[in-house]
C-alpha cells in the first residue's frame, strides 16, 4: 500500500530544544514539501525539495532545517531558533514538475507539535 | 489581500441540500487548480482537480472562471460525511513548485 507515514503523531517539546519530524514515502515521488498550520490559516510552506540532495526554502523556513538524503525521506527538524513552534506540521509529495501540471500533492498524517 | 481567499463559513445546512463555495485568486500565473477536503485534525485529502472546461465527479462539480479569477464547488444532495473543511488550493506557472492553499470554507451537514 503506497502512501506517506509520518512520525510521531504527537510531540511535545520543551523550549530550546531541538526536534525532529519524520516524513517517508513510498509513492516514487520526486518532490516532497514541509507544510505548518496553524488554527484557521492555510497552510504555510516552510522547504521543499525536488530532487535528493537539493531543496529550497519556503516562506517561512526560518527556525527549520531539512535534509534530502534520499528520495523517501525529507525530514524537518524544528530548532531552538523557531520562536513559535507549535502548530500542525504536514508533510506531502507529488510527481516531477515535467510529469504534468496537475501533479497534485499528497498529504501525510501529520505531526502536532506542542511547546510546554 | 491574500492570495487565494475563501469564505470561512462555517456553512450550516441540512442533509440534501445543495451548498456552493466560492474561492478567488489574485496570481495571473496561476496554472492549476484543486479543492481537497480536509477532516477535523487529518491531512487535506485531494477531492478534485479544477479544469477550465468544468468537471463533475458524483455530487461535485468544479467550475473555473479564468477571467474573474475564481473558482467554485458545488455539492449536491449533501451527506453528513460532507462535513468537513474544503480547501482551494492554486498552483503557479512560475518554474517552481508554488503552491498555495486557501484557508478553507467549513462545512457542516445537519440530520
Known amino acids: 500500500d503506497g502512501g506517506i507515514t509520518q512520525s510521531p503523531k504527537y510531540l511535545f517539546r520543551k523550549e530550546g530544544q531541538n526536534v525532529t519530524l519524520s516524513c517517508e514515502q513510498n509513492?516514487?515521488?520526486?518532490?516532497m514539501y514541509w507544510y505548518r498550520q496553524d488554527p484557521g490559516q492555510g497552510l504555510r510552506l516552510i522547504y521543499y525539495?525536488?530532487?535528493?540532495?537539493?531543496?529550497q526554502k519556503g516562506d517561512i523556513a526560518e527556525g527549520y532545517s531539512v535534509s534530502r538524503e534520499k528520495k523517501e525521506s525529507f525530514p524537518l527538524t524544528v530548532t531552538s531558533a523557531q520562536k513559535n513552534p507549535t502548530a500542525f506540521y504536514l508533510c506531502?509529495?507529488?510527481?516531477?514538475?515535467?510529469?504534468?501540471?496537475?501533479?497534485?500533492?499528497?498529504f501525510g498524517p501529520g505531526t502536532r507539535l506542542t511547546v510546554l | 489581500r491574500k492570495e487565494v481567499e475563501q469564505d470561512p463559513g462555517p456553512f450550516n445546512v441540512p442533509e440534501g441540500a445543495t451548498v456552493a463555495f466560492n474561492c478567488t485568486y489574485s496570481?495571473?500565473?496561476?496554472?492549476?487548480f484543486f479543492w481537497y477536503r480536509q477532516d477535523c485534525r487529518k491531512e487535506p485529502k485531494l477531492l478534485m482537480s479544477?479544469?477550465?472546461s468544468g468537471n463533475e465527479d458524483g455530487r461535485f462539480t468544479a467550475q473555473l472562471n479564468r477571467a474573474s479569477q475564481y473558482i467554485s464547488l458545488l455539492i449536491r444532495d449533501s451527506k453528513l460525511s460532507d462535513s468537513a473543511t474544503y480547501l482551494c488550493?492554486?498552483?503557479?506557472?512560475?518554474?517552481?513548485?508554488?503552491?498555495?492553499f486557501g484557508a478553507g470554507t467549513r462545512l457542516f451537514v445537519k440530520a
Open positions: 506531502a509529495s507529488s510527481k516531477a514538475k515535467t510529469s504534468g501540471i496537475y501533479n497534485e500533492q499528497f
Open positions: 509513492l516514487n515521488h520526486d518532490a
Open positions: 525539495s525536488q530532487i535528493v540532495n537539493d531543496f
Open positions: 496570481n495571473s500565473a496561476s496554472q492549476s
Open positions: 479544477v479544469y477550465s
Open positions: 488550493v492554486v498552483k503557479l506557472n512560475t518554474g517552481g513548485f508554488k503552491t498555495i
